[in-house]
């Protein structure tokens, strides 16, 4: 059995209050700073943290999508920034997912993974079934099934994290180069053309822009120009 290194890192903050590691969902939730008590454990696959067991059951996709999980968003946990997202389990059941790669880079033992507590969700839509989403574990290790996103009983949310260099600071030197700009619920990437105080002028493409639902912080103002509230912004980097 190949040796495990994991991490204790982060909590689930619910508002002012930190949740326990396998608590029920009741309203929205973050990543971030670590409480001593109640900390999240991760095991590292393939120069990725994995939860090491679901942090979150009797929760939707849908719920998880909705504070922007399931893609996934810039977290800073105790002064670090990570990608936290839901794991990838393949659009079929026989796909090379990253979940079974981190199985054969690690084991399938269920005291390192905890994978019989709860099925969880993976990001993917099926191909075999349009609109129904996917999930693993439960049932075996390599268990996979769809269902619909809406279905919370018997779920969970098992976050990955990647590891990101510190972030880059807005200034005239930045003008003119390509940036990844990470906002509250997604990112873009452009083209830095100009910035005030408030906020920042990017040329894109719109397909550049990532999550449909990108919200009020990035607005279209002509044809490959955005605006970008600064505000809204919590990490930047050189594309």
Request: glycine share 10%.
């Amino acid at each position: 059995m190949a040796k495990i290194k994991q991490v204790k890192l982060g909590s689930i903050h619910e508002g002012d209050t930190i949740l326990a590691v396998g608590s029920k969902y009741t309203m929205p939730f973050s990543i971030g700073a670590s409480n001593p008590q109640k900390l999240i454990t991760w095991n590292r696959a393939n120069k990725l943290l994995i939860a090491a067991e679901p942090v979150l059951v009797n929760i939707s996709y849908k719920q998880i999508d909705e504070v922007g999980y399931i893609s996934g968003k810039v977290i800073n946990i105790d002064g670090r920034y990570y990608f936290c997202r839901s794991l990838k389990l393949g659009k079929t059941d026989d796909a090379d997912s990253e979940w079974k790669k981190a199985l054969r880079a690690t084991n399938t033992s269920d005291k390192t993974w905890n994978w019989s507590k709860n099925y969880f969700w993976g990001q993917e839509e099926s191909d075999l079934y349009p609109g129904e989403r996917v999930f693993c574990g439960y049932l075996g290790h390599d268990f996979w099934g769809v269902t619909t996103p809406e279905k919370f009983v018997g779920l969970g949310f098992r976050p990955v994290l990647e590891e990101l260099p510190d972030g880059v600071q807005i200034s005239d030197d930045l003008i003119g180069a390509s940036i990844n700009v990470y906002g509250t619920n997604g990112h873009v990437v452009g083209t830095l053309l100009d910035y005030t105080e408030y906020d920042m002028i990017l040329r894109t493409n719109i397909a550049g822009v990532h999550f449909p639902k990108y919200g009020a912080w990035i607005q279209q103002v002509a044809d490959g120009e955005i605006i970008v509230d600064r505000q809204s912004v919590n990490y930047i980097q050189i594309a």
